[in-house]
Every structure is written in structure tokens, then in C-alpha cells.
């Protein structure tokens, strides 16, 4: 289960979207340069085309987001399976240069939206357009470069823990310096490459005075040096987290880091695991609803994210998912023990990846990881 709940986020290093079936769903869109300005209406012949990741995310928000939204307010909308592919923003942005939209709304990684805000791929809206968008924490809007109009809006949010199996060790790790104690020599699993892990974010906020040292070369090169110190306690670099979770149930790596929302089902289908939320903050990364800004379907967009917004529709995604609203802790109206389950102290406590550093230094990056921790 947990693979199909995450391989579909993951993909290839940085560009975490695909659509199934691209280049035969190209639709109509308006124009070639700005966003449309026409708004029509969808009809069943021609539906708001949502793409979401797959798996158990698309059977969860098919049941309790995409059908609830088409019964409320009458809008025909369907969903539509995607993947991880390195080679689909360029064919998304080949599309919208040519004015069609493939889908109208989509559920991108936060890397993969700040690539497509890069090669000008979004709708953009300002903030009063929206009743409960406003209601969605800071840190998961993304907004144009030249403006403070959105493109973006957070979808689910999930958290990377500090994970162990429970028979092996009594007392579980809960400071991600436990990735440099010589006591995990060769114990745990870790997620590669660097746009995964993270581990640049997390070492940085551990050992330093966070993401400010990531601004530079220099500093990125310091945090490289300082993270290439957990190599021993390394016994699995993984990027299929089925691979992990087997070792984990199996005490052969008996902790690591993993997501919180696939070790909860783990442990509630009776595997002897913990996910346990760090000291120094858990690792928050997160997904957007973004819009091509050629799709014509301007004003049931704005309905859809907004709906998909309501503290609610979030709470109740979140229980089925086990992945983190991302409407600010006061809107939720989860219980304690649920919400503390799956958000631990909350989305302001975690570390937030700075999504920014991977794109404008991803050659410079890649190379450092292979160098300092893939090859030495």
C-alpha cells in the first residue's frame, strides 16, 4: 500500500508530474501568450479535467473531494491518474505555448510548481477571489514571481519522520542527529537523491542556522560536507520506499527516515513501527493545485481549489490519507489524538525544503551528491 500511496509524488529528481495520456488530451485553450480571459462553463461533453497523483491518493479524493464537489455544486468534473516523469513540464509547457490546456486543474509537487512558474506554465489569481484559500497556511502558497497573485494553492502537505521499528529499539530516535550517532552505525535507511531527502534542509536546521547557509555555493558546500558524515549509519539509500519499509518491518534497517502518513498505515496494519515527529522539526514538503493558464475553465477552477480549501474537505482527506491539512491548525476541526498523529506540533514547527536552491543550483547539487555521498 505504501508504494502506491507515494511512488506517484517522488518520480524522477525535481519534475514529479505526469499526465496519463498527454499528447491525446490535448483540449482547447485560449490563446498563446496571457492567460484566457474566457470563462466557459463545463458540460459532461466537456468536463473540469482534474490530474491527481494515483494510486490510493486518487481512489481517496475521487470519493471525498471530486465527487462531493460535482454533487455540490453541479459542476461535471472527473479525474484523471498521474505519474513521475522527467520529460512531461516540457511537453505541459510545449502544450500551453500552443494555447491548449491538458487538464484545468492539477495536483503538483512544490518543485514541479516552481518549474512550471518558471517557464510562465500557471493561471494566476489574486487573493479575494477565493473564500478559503486564505484559510491555507503561508508556507504552502505559491505565488508569480513579479506579483503577489497566487498560482498555487496547497493541496496535502506530508511530513518525512524519523521512523524505527519498535522490536529492535525500545527507545526511538527523535533528533535528526541521530543520522551522525555512531550507535545507527549501518541501521539506517535514508531517501536519495538530494530533491527527495531533503537532507540538505534537514542538516542545515540541524547543525546550523538554516536555510540561510544554502544561499550560496560556499554554503551549500559546508552543509554537503557536514551531511557526507552519515554515510556509516547509512545501510540503505532508497528512492523506492517499498524496499525500506520491508527492511524496517524486518529490523535489517531498524530506523531511517520515512513519511509519517505510510508508516501510520504500517503500524495500524500491525507492522512494529513508529514515526516519531523530530526535535529540530519534522520535514514538510507538500503538493499544489496549479491551473495551465490556457485552460479555458477559469471561473469552475477557482470553485474546485476553493472547495478543495474548505477546513472540512481538508479534515476529511486527511483522515482517509493521513496526509497534513494544509488550512492553518485553527480552521481544523480534527481531534487531538488525529491531528497529532498526523501533524505532530503543527505545519509552523517543521522544515520547510527550500524548493528555490534545487532549481537554481541543481546541476552544482547533483553533482556534490554523487560526489560526497554516492561515490566516496
Not at 488530451?25 to 466557459?40: F, I, R
Not at 462553463?41 to 468536463?47: G, K
Not at 487573493?127 to 506579483?147: C, G, H, M, Q, Y
Not at 512494529?272 to 493545485?289: A, H, I, K, M, N
Request: proline residues 5%; hydrophobic residues 35%.
Amino acid at each position: 500500500m505504501g508504494t502506491s500511496r507515494r511512488s506517484y509524488l517522488t518520480g524522477a529528481a525535481g519534475s514529479a508530474f505526469a499526465l496519463t495520456g498527454l499528447a491525446g488530451c490535448l483540449g482547447g485553450g485560449g490563446g498563446s501568450g496571457s492567460s484566457t480571459e474566457t470563462t466557459v462553463t463545463p458540460t459532461e461533453d466537456d468536463p473540469l479535467v482534474v490530474s491527481v497523483f494515483g494510486g490510493v491518493f486518487k481512489e481517496v479524493l475521487d470519493e471525498h473531494l471530486i465527487q462531493p464537489f460535482r454533487e455540490e455544486t453541479g459542476i461535471p468534473v472527473e479525474s484523471q491518474a498521474q505519474g513521475g516523469a522527467a520529460n512531461v513540464l516540457p511537453k505541459l509547457e510545449s502544450a500551453v505555448r500552443g494555447g491548449n490546456a491538458p487538464v484545468d486543474v492539477a495536483d503538483m509537487s512544490a518543485i514541479g510548481t516552481l518549474r512550471g512558474r518558471h517557464s510562465d506554465l500557471w493561471m494566476s489569481w489574486s487573493d479575494d477571489e477565493f473564500d478559503n484559500v486564505p484559510k491555507v497556511s503561508d508556507d504552502l502558497i505559491t505565488r508569480a514571481s513579479d506579483s503577489d497573485e497566487i498560482i498555487g494553492v496547497g493541496s496535502q502537505a506530508w511530513f518525512i519522520n524519523l521512523v524505527s521499528n519498535t522490536e529492535v529499539l525500545a527507545d526511538p530516535p527523535t533528533s535528526w542527529t541521530a543520522l551522525w550517532d555512531s550507535q545507527y552505525e549501518s541501521q539506517l535507511g535514508l531517501l536519495t537523491p538530494a530533491q527527495t531527502s531533503f537532507l540538505l534542509d534537514i542538516t542545515a536546521a540541524t547543525h546550523f542556522d538554516g536555510e540561510d547557509l544554502l544561499s550560496t555555493k560556499d554554503g551549500i558546500t559546508q552543509v554537503f560536507e557536514k551531511l557526507a558524515a552519515v554515510k556509516p549509519q547509512s545501510s540503505l539509500w532508497y528512492t523506492n520506499e517499498a524496499n525500506f519499509e520491508a527492511q524496517l518491518k524486518s529490523g535489517d534497517a531498524p530506523a531511517g527516515m520515512l513519511y509519517n502518513d505510510v508508516t501510520v498505515v504500517m503500524e495500524e496494519n500491525g507492522a512494529p513501527v513508529t514515526s516519531t515527529f523530530v526535535d529540530e522539526g519534522s520535514l514538510l514538503d507538500s503538493g499544489r493545485w496549479v491551473a495551465p493558464r490556457t485552460s479555458d475553465k477559469r471561473g469552475a477552477i477557482v470553485e474546485f481549489i476553493d472547495y478543495a480549501s474548505r477546513p472540512e474537505v481538508q479534515d476529511t482527506v486527511s483522515r482517509n490519507l493521513y496526509t497534513a491539512p494544509t488550512v492553518e491548525q485553527q480552521h481544523s476541526s480534527l481531534d487531538d489524538q488525529t491531528f497529532e498523529k498526523i501533524v505532530g506540533p503543527g505545519l509552523d514547527a517543521a522544515i520547510v525544503p527550500n524548493y528555490e536552491m534545487y532549481i537554481e543550483r541543481e546541476q552544482f547539487i547533483n553533482q556534490q551528491w554523487n560526489e560526497l555521498i554516492i561515490q566516496s
